[in-house]
């Protein structure tokens, strides 16, 4: 598969990525209904086997269920694949989530990650959000400290807008930023994009297929039998008005899909990758059949008057 550099990293990641927020599972917050770990692990197996070199995850994801996952899938294997997770989003004992990045918070934080993952180092950190906004430098100061202390190789952030990250840059350059991206969220296009183009900050997108909206398969039926602890049930893009935009603008990219011979999804995240400045797309999956599927997507090269096409739907 094909790979980009990230920013002015030596990493150089695969165009796809594989995300496992949904591998978290249920019982918590933002989980994803129930979810099989050997599922998982099979979609790990799948996207190595695949050639993805890379995969995002997270403490926060099941509650640092999805980090004990992908270290049980990734035990006993000599080469590694990259892997980035993030901070900033910790748990109380009883599981209300936490937003700190405090020095003390990110030094436990980085602890508890590089145990459930069984690594001695993480190849890529990222601050998960921006919050809260009054601790952004002491967490970004704490990051750069890891990485002198050989605990992390490279930082990142996610979900900051250009005025954090040039809050943060004074400090060290974030070697990238992983923004929300798609064709139902396409605002990081306006002054994102052009921000981490110029100054040669990585960008790793997320939600390429929106959890799953851009893949065609999710109907009204199908979204009336979400689990209840699928966060999905609560997100205002599943649910009206949004839904109907979201299901017209998805039949009328299945055309578009079926003229080029390839699935809805690997034209959403196709259309991600159109610009030389995002180095890869994180795309979830809870099986491997869906990352089969998806994985195709790197391959894909939409012309001008494909992406122009898609302009006048998604705008
Ligand atoms: N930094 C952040 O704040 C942040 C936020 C969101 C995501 N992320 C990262 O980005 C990754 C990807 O984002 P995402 O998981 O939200 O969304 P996504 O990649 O757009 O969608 C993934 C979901 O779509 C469905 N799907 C995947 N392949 C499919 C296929 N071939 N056919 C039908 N359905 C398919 C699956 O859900 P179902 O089968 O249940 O429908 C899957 O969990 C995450 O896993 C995470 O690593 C980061």
Known sequence: MKTRRLGNSDLNLTVIGLGTWAQGGAGWKFGWGPQDDEQSIAAIHQALDSGINWIDTAAVYGLGHAEEVLGKALKGMSEKPIIATKCARNWDEDGNIVKVQTRDSIRQEVENSLKRLNIEIIDLYQVHWPEPEEQIEEGWETMTELVKEGKVRYIGVSNYSVEQ???????????????????????????????????????????????????????????????????????????????????????????????????????????????????????????????????????????????????????
């Open 165 to 315: 990250l040039e809050r943060i840059s004074p400090i060290q350059k974030p070697a990238s930023l992983q923004p929300p991206y798609s064709m139902i969220k396409p605002d990081f296009e306006k002054d994102l994009l052009p921000y981490c183009d110029k100054h040669n900050i990585g960008v790793v997108c997320y939600s390429p297929m929106y959890k799953g909206l851009l893949t065609g398969k999710i109907t009204r039926e199908r979204l009336e039998g979400l689990a209840h602890s699928d966060h999905r049930r609560n997100d205002p893009n599943f649910n009206e008005p949004k839904l109907s935009q979201n299901l017209e603008l998805v039949e009328n990219l299945k055309p578009i899909a079926a003229d080029l011979g390839i699935t809805l999804a690997q034209l959403s995240i196709a259309w991600t990758l159109r610009w030389p400045a995002v180095t890869s797309a994180i795309v979830g999956a809870r099986n491997a059949n869906q990352l089969q599927e998806t994985v195709a997507a790197g391959s894909v090269e939409l012309s001008q008057d494909v992406i122009a096409t898609i302009q006048n739907l998604v705008n």
